[in-house]
Each structure stands twice: as structure tokens, then as C-alpha cells.
């Protein structure tokens, strides 16, 4: 399963992104991948160590709202594909 994070700020480096994310997910954090870093549009995917989809709901939601580079994080879990945003 994996969570989607979406409005990254164009000031912030996939590193900086790569360990908010797992400082924040802990052990739930498997693998962190950032796209496009510094650019409009810029998300992460990060693959989860939990299988049961409720639990991708209740990190999505504890992430979404928390602030990065002076924006709010947008997240959800997608339960059905490893497909990244807008690929469909």
C-alpha cells in the first residue's frame, strides 16, 4: 500500500522531504520516493510497511495538514494501484 503526499513546496529538496517523511511515518515508512523536488506539482510516494487499508487511511490523515516548506501536505492512501497521481 501506499501513501500519496501532494503540495510540496517548491522550496524543499527531495532530501529534506525524504527524512520529513520518514521522521514523521517511523517504521510505517518502508521506502520514500520523491518526484520532480523543486518543481510545481512535486509529490512523494511512500510505500508502507502495513497491509491492512485502514491503517494507510489512519497515517494519510495524521500526515495531511502538517506543513512543509510553509505549505499544508496534502495525503491519501491508495489502496488499488502503485500508479503515480494522474497516471490513470
Known amino acids: 500500500m501506499n501513501l500519496i503526499v501532494r503540495n510540496i513546496a517548491e ?4 532530501q529534506e522531504v525524504r527524512e520529513f517523511l520518514k521522521r514523521e ?3 510505517y515508512a518502508k521506502n520514500v520516493e520523491v ?3 523543486g518543481k510545481p506539482g512535486a509529490y512523494a510516494t511512500v510505500e508502507l510497511g ?3 487499508p485502514y491503517v494507510g487511511e489512519v497515517i494519510a490523515r495524521q500526515i495531511h495538514g502538517k506543513h512543509l516548506g510553509g505549505l499544508a501536505l496534502e495525503a491519501s492512501a491508495d ?3 502503485d500508479e503515480p497521481p494522474g497516471a490513470r
Open 11 to 14: 522550496s524543499c529538496s527531495e
Open 25 to 27: 511515518l517511523g517504521h
Open 35 to 37: 518526484v520532480d523536488a
Open 50 to 52: 502495513a497491509q491492512v
Open 79 to 81: 489502496l488499488f494501484s
